[in-house]
């Protein structure tokens, strides 16, 4: 990072007398920042003399909803202005650390993969299985994975119950909590645990990372590149970061570490919401202690698949903000730095965002088909002011998301929570709400038709208003013609997000596959009795099936049973198969077989959780696809261009073909890109970096043979072995 963008205060994270070391807003950034807020202040001043006095009402409402913007605007900018830097102390010898993970009814096989990756962390723990099911087939899954198990005979409070029924029968001075789809990071552990050397420090809350990449809450910008974004990106890559530089970043449930001795303080974990962990968080900084958030994904769960499941998670988590909020007061509570006061403050308002939407929404309706306007005049006077204001309100809240923010797809979840945040309202007046379990699982909850009524409602209501809006105004000439070409173009851009939205939702509520298949290319052979072995590629991989890309010099039908051998950086997995489909690539009588999809046929336990274990619990398909949630804003691209360097775009995506490499005396098996501007290579086993190497490749036109130079870029840690990247030069 250059000097503008970085300044630290050179001390420790978690001194006593310092806060964490920290990256400021840039000052491009900064003066873009000023600007918008004089010319806010001067738009916003000015804006109760337009009010209409036949519609005072509308007009203030109108304004309401303005204002409520530019108060969430003003929290945000103090929040992000610093972003923590966190760099992990090593972590200290001998701490008893007990691993929560609590279920209900999650599938067997989720909470199997949770508690596998959970129990082979690397530093010493005992993992207990919560189950508040009090089903036999978890019982039998912790006795055959070697953790603790613990049931009870009342469910009381839910999952807190449950959590602080296990603080009763385990010592552990920390306790790490996982949900029952989270997948820790083997080094988890080591990367938590040296923030406890402060005595002060409550608890260390990682990001909440999801794997399942076509979730209802992740977009895939552009095809042939992985430039993949969800929907709390910018929660977690910048608001917790913001939060942590006051003290204030929030406990969120899950991927964190506490410290018993807090929690016995404040009396376990709170049960007094049904967003337990935020109620928890703010009990224990009322009490003076300290909280860190650790910025690197350690762990990975399952993001709600479909609109249903996205809708219902985010109505609990309002209606537990409001009960938080009706329990402890907030802004006038005891025990709180007034910065902690704005940090929880902003997380509350977030739930009244729903009430500023609806005006938004439905505006411009009330407008074209009353004739009645929120302002007395639409003029130039009005758009001099009103235009400029909101475009700096779009380019700050860019620079201030650092690359992380997507104001347009942003606008598409506003739209499609805006109804369950007022739904959610009711949990300020409501003292008992039932917790509801979010289900990860793909494909169920129906087609979410009913979940987006409100959102084809608002579709509805602004598509229909254009029209008659228009034979109204032929009829009774009520608005001046500005006026009605603006709440037109206002109603047509509502109508053309709502439209975006469902088409999207309807793509997202049926899943033809049950578990999530990982784009991570390896190298693997593919047997048929009776032919020789063919090297390939396999890739879109789950425990269910597979695709298997190579030269196939023989006819597969469906049906057809195969033997494929999975080459990983810890063996080769040789697992039964049965072809389900073929993919056909060329035209005529160039035709030919390009892939085949085919479902494993698992012959013990042990073999699949081979596979499970190195698939789930990493980053490995973020690395080898070079995923990027970042973007530049139009700030640094503005600075790249006048320095000469060109757009900054994500470097497509390669593709793949197996190889077997040698250097000296090593060999291993290897991919190797083709066709892309760099050649790059992932081994499998690591070779001498900067010694040459031989290559067979192998791909549909036969075997090359390349010799190069293999220089080490990065290595990738999985649950198992790393593997290697490497740049090729001189072939």
Avoid at 120 to 127: F, N
Avoid at 179 to 193: E, I, M
Avoid at 394 to 413: K, N, P, T
Wanted: net charge positive.
């Amino acid at each position: 990072m250059s000097t503008e963008e970085t300044t630290t205060t050179g001390k420790r994270p978690g001194d006593a007398d310092s806060r964490p070391d920290s990256e400021p807003l840039p000052i491009g950034a900064k003066l873009l920042v000023i600007v918008y807020l004089v010319v806010a202040v001067l738009y916003l001043g000015w804006r109760p003399s337009t009010f209409n006095p036949q519609a005072m009402t509308f007009s203030v409402i109108v304004y309401a909803a303005e204002l409520f913007g530019f108060l969430v605007s003003l929290i945000h900018l103090f929040m992000t202005e610093r972003l923590t830097l966190r760099v992990p102390p090593p972590a200290p010898p001998g701490l008893q650390v007990d691993v929560f993970v609590p279920t209900i009814n999650e599938p067997v096989e989720m909470v199997r993969r949770t508690l596998m990756a959970a129990a082979r962390m690397d530093y010493p723990h005992v993992t207990w299985l919560l189950d508040d099911g009090n089903r036999r087939e978890m019982r039998l899954l912790a006795d055959e994975l070697g953790c603790r198990y613990l049931t009870r005979a009342k469910n009381t409070h839910a999952k807190a119950g449950n959590l602080n029924n296990a603080l009763k029968h385990s010592s552990g001075e920390l306790v790490a909590f996982f949900d029952a789809d989270h997948a820790p990071r083997r080094d988890f552990l080591l990367r938590t645990l040296g923030y406890f050397s402060d005595e002060k420090t409550a608890f260390v809350q990682t990001p909440q990372d999801f794997f399942n990449l076509d979730s209802f809450e992740h977009r895939r910008e552009k095809k042939g590149e992985w430039q993949v974004w969800m929907e709390q990106t910018f929660f977690w890559r910048v608001i917790q970061r913001g939060k942590d530089y006051w003290n204030a970043a929030f406990f969120c449930g899950s991927c964190a570490v506490m410290r018993r001795s807090a929690l016995e303080e404040i009396g376990g974990i709170a049960t007094k919401s049904v967003t337990e962990d935020l109620l928890t968080s703010l009990r224990l900084h009322k009490k003076g202690w300290r909280s860190v958030y650790h910025a690197e994904p350690l762990a990975y769960g399952i993001a709600p698949a479909n609109p249903q499941e996205y809708v219902k998670q985010r109505r609990r988590w309002g209606l537990g903000a409001m009960q938080v909020w009706r329990s402890e007061g907030v802004v006038f509570t005891r025990g709180l730095t007034l910065a902690q006061r704005i940090c929880y403050l902003s997380t509350l308002l977030t739930y009244f965002d729903g009430w500023q939407k609806l005006v938004f929404y439905a505006a411009p309706a009330v407008v074209l088909l009353s004739g009645t306007m929120p302002v007395a005049e639409l003029g130039w006077p009005f758009l001099l002011r009103f235009i400029p204001y909101y475009v700096l309100v779009f380019l700050v809240f860019e620079e201030m998301a650092r690359g992380y923010g997507r104001s347009l797809l942003i606008e598409q979840y506003n739209l499609a929570r805006f109804f369950a945040f007022l739904q959610s309202m009711a949990g300020f007046f409501r003292r008992r709400v039932r917790f509801a379990v979010t289900d990860k699982a793909a494909g169920n909850g129906g087609d979410g038709r009913a979940q987006m009524m409100p959102q084809a409602t608002m579709l509805a209501v602004n598509a229909a208003a254009i029209p008659l809006g228009i034979l109204l105004q032929m009829r009774m000439n009520w608005l001046p013609q500005g006026a009605l070409l603006a709440n037109i173009a206002w109603a047509l851009a509502n109508a053309t997000l709502a439209l975006i939205l469902l088409r999207f939702q309807r793509g997202r509520s049926h899943f033809q596959r049950r578990e999530y298949r990982f784009p991570v290319p390896l190298p693997a052979r593919l047997s048929v009795a009776g032919a020789p072995a063919i090297f390939g590629i396999i890739d879109d991989i789950s425990s269910e099936g597979f695709l298997f890309y190579g030269q196939f010099g023989q006819a597969l039908e469906p049906g057809a049973a195969v033997r494929v051998g999975i080459f990983s950086p810890a063996s080769v997995l040789d697992v039964d198969a049965t072809v389900r489909s073929l993919r056909y690539g060329g035209e005529g009588e160039e035709r030919y077989v390009k892939a085949l999809g085919a479902s494993f046929q698992w012959r013990s336990r042990e073999e699949r959780d081979r596979l499970d274990v190195f698939l789930y619990g990493s980053d490995v398909q973020w690395k080898i696809n070079r995923i990027d949630e970042r973007r530049p804003t139009l700030l640094q691209r503005l600075r790249r261009w006048l320095g000469g360097k060109g757009d900054d775009r994500p470097e497509a995506v390669p593709h793949w073909a197996p190889a077997i490499a040698h250097a000296g005396e090593v060999s291993t098996m290897a991919i190797v890109s083709i066709g892309a501007e760099e050649d790059e290579m992932i081994a499998l086993r690591s070779l001498p970096s900067g010694a040459p190497v031989n290559l067979s490749v192998y791909t549909r036109r036969g075997v090359s043979r390349l010799k190069g130079v293999a220089d080490l870029q990065e290595t990738i840690a999985t649950p198992t072995q790393s593997m290697h990247h490497y740049k090729l030069s001189n072939l």
